[in-house]
């Protein structure tokens, strides 16, 4: 199948593509059977049928052809009886994230041949699954190679744990719980369940299901996995892996105290003006406290004392006595705030005359005051903001949801196995795109950040996502000559483990001729 060099005119006219297919309306195609291309003599009847999207035109020269049988051209090379561009066509359509729905109303608008759903689905399932499924496998053998050489070498392997559902509220369908290296930002491993498949909450299972596979069949030493708070994967990981460290997600800890400041700044207006820096203060306590979990909670809650513009309290007996009162006002059982120890001032430098005038400081009195307080030292907030020392959070992972989105849009349904390969070429390009190997350039952009409330200029990164799309291509085309049919079943492999029901909800399907005599 040969290509030709073409140069586009418009802005990219310095850059060259392959074209290796192009639209022909069929009339003017018609008019190149006028005479036969092999002796030159006339065609005395044209016949075009359609095998899918591929044309095949059927004629009768009147030099050539012998007893009336026609000679036919085909618009597609053909390898072992099929179709090249059915082919191409069906597995570049799934490896773009163009649901068949969609081009399908696109080629009724334009009159083009299409495709039927059914030999769709069947395409992609017969050549390209199996080629996405031999590359993801290597992909992930590569990641967890390097990762039982760190353990090896002695080097901390840090884990980041995190799940997305198909769809958002409480109608999800399925749920995929992703594991990441922090070191290197590449995709470990990953599970999906089914509602249905198993009983209860679904992203505690989906987590057991994946973290069995890399602790226990890998045989991966993890030092430190990092969670968005989810108390349930918290106790899995005491219970049954106290070997490894559990560090909680600094952006799902601020987004929280976000939450609450915004609430209690309804009532208490001086709340408001502080919340933006008492936000910023907590990424500062993570990043300060250098692993030390006593200390992250000690800068955090100094806060209580900037606010009321005392920067050095280590002999500030009276603040100190109606912090406890207010503890003890609120619970006789609150274990927060406690006396510091190890932070005993602010690191900031002193503050001007005309900066300590315009800011607007808390008085210790103040029924504002006391509302910061509830919020600041809230016993289950200070207790895992302990497990944020090590300053761990899922950002890339939460990236790569994203990413996945392109390939699985939570608008649509997917069937399990559609499920699992798309993830795991969602899986392959992001561990691509971070090893740096298909990045084409960096450029700056101007971006809107609603934090901030204002423009902030922000690095975007250009990748060749369509040289292993085309290497995966390839690959099908040499199966496909060479007969070869790689070996793929997902029900021997950890990602269905248990059997997929037909139905998430659990009602049988009902007989549709007594549903429209009961209406």
Not at 150 to 156: A, F, I, L, Q
Not at 275 to 290: A, D, G, P, Q, T
Request: charged content about 25%; hydrophobic content about 35%; aromatic content about 10%.
């Amino acid at each position: 199948m040969r290509s030709t060099q073409m140069k586009s005119k418009g802005k990219l006219n310095k850059k060259t593509y392959p074209i290796s297919w192009v639209y022909v309306n069929i009339q003017q195609l018609l008019l190149l059977f006028s005479f036969c291309v092999k002796c030159g003599g006339k065609i005395l009847s044209v016949k075009p049928r359609f095998t899918g999207i591929a044309m095949s035109v059927d004629y009768i020269c009147s030099m050539c052809t012998f007893a009336s049988r026609a000679s036919t051209w085909h618009s597609s090379p053909i390898l072992n009886r099929q179709f090249i561009i059915n082919v191409t066509t069906s597995c570049s359509l799934m490896m773009s994230g163009i649901r068949f729905q969609s081009i399908q109303n696109f080629w009724n608008l334009m009159e083009l041949p299409t495709l039927s759903k059914a030999r769709f689905g069947k395409l992609v399932k017969k050549w390209l699954f199996p080629v996405i499924y031999r590359m993801f496998s290597d992909g992930k053998k590569r990641v967890c190679d390097r990762l039982k050489k760190n353990n090896t070498d002695g080097v901390d392997v840090v884990l980041s744990g995190d799940a997305q559902f198909d769809s958002p509220g409480f109608s999800a369908k399925y749920c995929t719980y992703s594991i990441m290296d922090c070191n290197s930002n590449e995709v470990v491993d990953f599970s999906i369940l089914q509602k249905g498949q198993v009983t209860g909450g679904l992203e505690h299972q989906a987590f057991r299901q994946v973290w069995n596979v890399i602790v226990n069949d890998e045989g991966i030493e993890v030092d430190d996995l990092v969670i968005d708070r989810q108390a349930t994967i918290n106790k899995i990981m005491e219970d049954d892996f106290p070997e490894t460290e559990v560090s909680y997600d600094i952006w799902h800890m601020a987004k929280n105290l976000s939450t609450h400041l915004r609430t209690a700044a309804k009532s208490h207006s001086k709340i408001g003006t502080w919340h933006r820096s008492i936000v910023n203060h907590l990424w500062y306590s993570c990043k300060e406290s250098k692993g030390d979990q006593n200390l992250v909670v000690e800068i955090f809650h100094s806060c209580l004392f900037h606010v009321l513009n005392i920067h050095n309290w280590k002999c500030k007996r009276l603040i100190h006595s109606k912090l406890q009162g207010l503890r003890e006002s609120i619970s006789m059982n609150r274990p927060y705030p406690r006396k510091p120890e190890l932070f005993t001032g602010c690191k900031h430098p002193p503050l001007s005359k005309n900066d300590s005038r315009a800011t607007i400081w808390f008085n210790a009195e103040d029924e504002d005051y006391e509302a910061l307080f509830k919020v600041v030292t809230a016993t289950r907030f200070s207790n895992d903001l302990r497990k944020c020392a090590k300053f761990l959070h899922t950002g890339k992972l939460e990236s790569f949801h994203s990413l996945k989105l392109l390939y699985l849009p939570k608008l649509h349904s997917f069937e399990m196995e559609t499920m699992i390969i798309l993830t795991m070429l969602a899986v392959t390009q992001n561990n691509l795109c971070v090893e740096g190997s298909n990045l084409l350039k960096t450029y700056v952009v101007r971006a809107y950040s609603r934090a901030n409330k204002d423009y902030v200029l922000k690095n975007r990164n250009i990748f060749d996502n369509l040289t292993f799309k085309k290497a995966l291509l390839l690959n099908i085309m040499e199966n496909i000559k060479e007969r070869t049919r790689l070996p793929y079943d997902l029900t021997s492999t950890c990602y269905i483990s248990k059997e997929v029901p037909k139905t998430f909800h659990g009602v049988p399907l009902p007989n549709k001729d007594i549903m429209i005599e009961k209406k």
